[in-house]
Antibody, heavy 119, light 108 residues
Framework: QVQLQESGPGLVKPSQTLSLTCTVS??????????WSWIRQHPGKGLEWIGY???????YYNPSLKSRVTISVDTSKNQFSLKLSSVTAADTAVYYC???????????WGQGTLVTVSS | EIVLTQSPGTLSLSPGERATLSCRAS???????LAWYQQKPGQAPRLLIY???SRATGIPDRFSGSGSGTDFTLTISRLEPEDFAVYYC?????????FGQGTRLEIK
């Protein structure tokens, strides 16, 4: 059973960089066939795809966030990470990591972590 | 970017009734890349349907998906108490992924 777990600071100051890591267990990122993803949900709102990465390092980002987002992978630790720069209060959200399958649907999710942007 | 519009915004039904949720796309979506999710308060979304009509592992057969092109439907044949939640559709196209705004299914 694949499990994903987000970790990182729950509070980030405006203009700084939000950094989160997702640790995958029960399966290897290096085995291929899946895209490792970040999705966020503003409080009380819907879901927004941020981007994803393949084990090889190929990345795909939401065009609306592309200029501020970097997703990277560390196959040796079975982890992938999100960096979102120049954050504002509008980036306050629950951030989920998830696995996208060959149908580009998200079949496994982390439990989510709330990140608040505030001074 | 493909915009997904879900209707209705809120659906009020009773257990045992049939629920029909709609997802309309601003342009044609490949059926292979249309999915539905259920989300309960405080939980991550759960994949229900992928490829427009295939049930994900462990999903009861009262959930079914259909549609093609720009119009897709999620049907719950007989509502159970645990089915009251928010439902999202999601698509992949042109190297980007978007979600609908959600339909809240509430107990009448």
């Amino acid at each position: 059973q694949v499990q994903l777990q987000e970790s990182g600071p729950g509070l980030v100051k405006p203009s700084q960089t939000l950094s989160l890591t997702c640790t995958v267990s029960g399966g290897s990122i290096s085995s291929g066939g899946y895209y490792w993803s970040w999705i966020r949900q503003h409080p009380g709102k819907g879901l927004e795809w941020i981007g994803y990465i393949y084990y090889s390092g190929s990345t795909y980002y939401n065009p609306s966030l592309k200029s501020r987002v970097t997703i990277s992978v560390d196959t040796s630790k079975n982890q992938f990470s999100l960096k979102l720069s120049s954050v504002t209060a509008a980036d306050t959200a629950v951030y989920y990591c998830a696995r996208a399958d060959g149908y580009n649907s998200f079949d496994y999710w982390g439990q989510g972590t709330l990140v608040t942007v505030s001074s | 970017e493909i915009v997904l519009t879900q209707s209705p915004g809120t659906l009020s039904l009773s257990p045992g009734e049939r629920a029909t949720l709609s997802c309309r796309a601003s342009q044609s979506v490949s059926s292979s890349y249309l999915a539905w999710y259920q989300q309960k308060p405080g939980q991550a979304p759960r994949l229900l349907i992928y490829g427009a009509s295939s049930r994900a592992t462990g999903i009861p057969d009262r959930f079914s998906g259909s549609g093609s092109g720009t119009d897709f439907t999620l049907t719950i044949s007989r509502l159970e108490p645990e089915d009251f939640a928010v439902y999202y559709c999601q698509q992949y196209g042109s190297s980007a992924i978007t979600f609908g705004q959600g339909t809240r299914l509430e107990i009448k």
